[in-house]
């Protein structure tokens, strides 16, 4: 990641002796219940892109953590047409990770004072670099179109 042009451009910016910590969050819907198949989630990960990405995708190595679990359930709004349950979804899904990454607004602005390994203590600023999904997270994050059918808000 570190290769990248944001990560140049976004370090530019910040004040001098203060480093970026890209955040990166993943999520992938994931099956709650297998027999009675109504519910379902989303975990909410997060990992840093200061870490290396061999050592990011080990679960061995603890280079990601949970932070939230986004549930869904398919009851919702069952008087409510298809559309219309599909723009409620989404804009739970999009409330909710408002909710999540409030934490990181003040921190990714003003910086935070972080121990690195070598003892020191650096100012670094948090800030949400990727959003790593599949396709259907994909269109349910950037309103897109799946299969065909636009599932943008209302």
């Given at each position: 990641m570190w290769t990248g042009d944001w990560w140049h451009t976004v370090q530019d910016l910040l004040p001098e002796g203060t480093t970026v910590a890209p955040v990166i969050i993943s999520t992938d819907k994931t099956q709650l219940m297998q027999f009675s198949g109504n519910k379902s989630a989303y975990p909410v990960y997060l990992t840093l892109g200061n870490i290396p990405h061999a050592l990011r995708r080990k679960p061995s190595q603890q280079a990601c953590i949970l932070i939230a679990y986004l549930l869904v359930s398919k009851t919702v709004g069952e008087e409510l047409t298809k559309k219309q349950k599909s723009s409620r979804i989404q804009q739970l899904?999009?409330?909710?990770m408002h909710i999540v990454l409030e934490p990181l607004k003040q921190p990714g602005k003003k910086g935070m004072e972080v121990v690195f390994g070598d003892g020191r203590v650096h100012?670094?600023?948090?800030?949400?670099?990727?959003?790593?999904?599949?396709?259907?997270e994909q269109c349910l994050v950037g309103e897109e179109v799946e299969g065909g059918v636009h599932r943008g808000r209302q």
């Open positions: 899904f999009h409330d909710s100012m670094v600023h948090p800030i949400l670099a990727c959003y790593v999904t599949d396709y259907p």
